[in-house]
């Protein structure tokens, strides 16, 4: 049985009929630009996140920017940011005219190493944007306490990561400002681009508010150089429906996730680690033979799951187990191979690949495989009977 990485139809068409109505309320409506889906849609991502305000944007990506210019993050600043992360993370910075500044990452939950950041600040830092990867919490606690040592802000990326949580907080609420994606592949999937920005503080949401809309107030009328961030209605409305079924969605990628943990531990040179200081973790404590490194979900964190990636131990073995699952009609992905202070468009900042070996090791292991809600018991059998398959070879 083919099993996809992702399978968005198998979540949206059987929601087709109450899509169709949100999409033909607005459309008679004739409301296309905010509104009250996009307010109703705001406050009910406010109420699940915890927070005063949230300000619905164009997507992912332009939460970032917008929270970096509500910020005055500009030229000369510097952020610190992971390296093993999507691009969107260090590219906002770069295009707030700030330099990013790379931060090492922790093997066994993915997330910034704090203790790296704090080497890494100077007299330039402004910020410090923790990603919580994959729909696990950052390490909230020391990110927080170093923002306050050092009177630097702290905007949450978590793109993967709504409904995360950390010691009975949610993902977005805990820094400055938090950013969220509304991206297809994402555990609330829009139906294009889309995002969302949080914040607790009145003056940084009536700022973003403003930004998102060229700045002006009233219309014409402009106190800022902002951009166009604003969310589509349709999305805001469809994304509604889909909303009141997130628990739900939530509840089977976290049942999935325990399948594979329960059944892929149990065979031979695999190991998982439920120990994480998020601290300079060389990873040298494996055992040996080890062939195989499931991801831990922590006691402190509550992890949603938008990825469920394994560590591949070996020269070669993660893209030969990539290719071993593709023929056998398996999706997965390497998420992802290239640290950002490898790209090419950061080679200018001169990072030295010794100063973030974690990033490095992690680019060349993971893989994620299957995780969506939708997934039939007899899919996942066959995942893990397809790994068992490669580590007897």
């Known amino acids: 049985m083919p099993v996809p990485l992702l399978d968005v139809n198998a979540q949206n068409l059987p929601l087709e009929p109450e899509l169709k109505l949100a999409f033909e309320r607005v459309l008679r409506s004739g409301q296309f630009i905010l509104g009250p889906d996009v307010a109703l849609f705001e406050k009910e991502i406010a109420e699940l996140t915890g927070v005063r305000h949230a300000v619905g944007v164009s997507s992912g990506t332009d939460a970032i920017l917008l929270a970096l210019m509500a910020l005055d993050i500009k030229s000369g600043d510097e952020v610190l940011c992971p390296s093993f992360t999507f691009f969107a993370t260090a590219g906002c910075i770069s295009r707030a005219g700030a330099t990013p500044v790379f931060v090492d990452s922790c093997p066994i939950c993915f997330n910034l190493d704090v203790a790296d950041a704090a080497k890494k600040l100077s007299g330039r830092t402004k910020a410090i944007i923790p990603v919580h990867l994959f729909g696990q919490c950052a390490a909230m606690d020391p990110v927080l306490g170093l923002a306050t040592e050092h009177a630097i802000s702290v905007i949450e990326d978590a793109a993967q990561a709504l409904g995360a949580g950390y010691k009975g907080r949610r993902a977005g609420s805990m820094g400055t400002m938090g950013t969220f994606s509304f991206f297809p592949s994402k555990n609330l999937g829009g139906f ?16 973003a508010q403003l930004l998102r809309t060229h700045g002006a107030k009233p219309k014409y009328y402009h106190q800022f150089v902002g951009a166009n961030f604003r969310i589509d209605t349709m999305q805001a409305a469809l994304l509604r429906i889909k909303l009141q079924h997130y628990q739900t969605y939530t509840e089977r990628r976290q049942r999935n996730a325990a399948f594979y943990s329960e059944r892929l531990s149990k065979l031979p040179g695999v190991f998982q680690s439920h120990i994480c200081s998020c601290g300079n973790n060389s990873g040298s404590e494996l055992p040996t033979g080890i062939q195989l490194i499931l991801p831990a979900s922590h006691s402190e964190t509550e992890h949603i799951w938008n990825q469920y990636t394994l560590r591949v131990v070996g020269s070669g073995r993660r893209d030969a187990l990539k290719r071993f699952l593709g023929e056998k009609g398996i ?28 990033a490095m090791r992690l680019a060349d292991e993971v893989l994620s495989i299957p995780i969506y809600p939708e997934l039939k018991s007899e899919q996942l059998e066959e995942v893990v009977a397809a790994i068992a398959a490669f580590l007897r070879k």
């Open 192 to 207: 294009g681009d889309s995002g969302m920005l949080v914040t607790n503080d009145d003056t940084l949401a009536e700022r």
């Open 331 to 358: 999706g997965c992905e390497i998420y992802y191979p290239v640290p950002l202070h490898r790209q090419e468009c950061f080679r200018y900042l001169g990072c030295d690949n010794d100063a973030l070996p974690i």
